[in-house]
C-alpha cells in the first residue's frame, strides 16, 4: 500500500506563491503518472496537473503558465509551485498516484491539503 503525503499548503495573499509537496512511501517511478488535483467546497475534483513518468507535464487551463508540476525520483516526491494565486485557486489540493495495467489500473490519493488564497 503506497502512501501519499502532501504539505505546503496555507493561507496566501493574492499574487502570492506556495509550493505544495507530494512525498510517496515507494518509488513514484513505478508510477504512470503523478498529479495534483483540486476540489473548492460544492464542486468536482479537478486536475491542475500531471506528469508521466517520462517527465511530460500538462496543466489544467485555468493554470497554466502559472503553475509548474516537477519530480525528484530520488526523494520520491512531486513538487507544485503556485505563483501569481487568485482567490479562485482556493481549494483543498490532492496528489494522486496513477498506475495502469492493460485490464486494470489502480489510484492512490493523499488526504489533502487546504490553499487559501485571499483577495
Known amino acids: 500500500q503506497v502512501q501519499l503525503v502532501e504539505s505546503g499548503g496555507g493561507l496566501v495573499q493574492a499574487g502570492g506563491s506556495l509550493r505544495l509537496s507530494c512525498a510517496a512511501s515507494g518509488s513514484i517511478v513505478n508510477f504512470n503518472s503523478m498529479a495534483w488535483y483540486r476540489q473548492a467546497p460544492g464542486k468536482q475534483r479537478d486536475l491542475v496537473a500531471s506528469i508521466t513518468s517520462g517527465g511530460s507535464t500538462d496543466y489544467g487551463d485555468s493554470v497554466k503558465g502559472r503553475f509548474t508540476l516537477s519530480r525528484d525520483n530520488a526523494e520520491n516526491t512531486v513538487y507544485l509551485q503556485m505563483n501569481s494565486l487568485k482567490p479562485e485557486d482556493t481549494a483543498v489540493y490532492y496528489c494522486?498516484?496513477?498506475?495502469?495495467?492493460?485490464?486494470?489500473?489502480?489510484?492512490?490519493w493523499g488526504q489533502g491539503t487546504q490553499v487559501t488564497v485571499s483577495s
Open positions: 494522486n498516484a496513477h498506475r495502469a495495467w492493460r485490464f486494470s489500473q489502480q489510484d492512490y
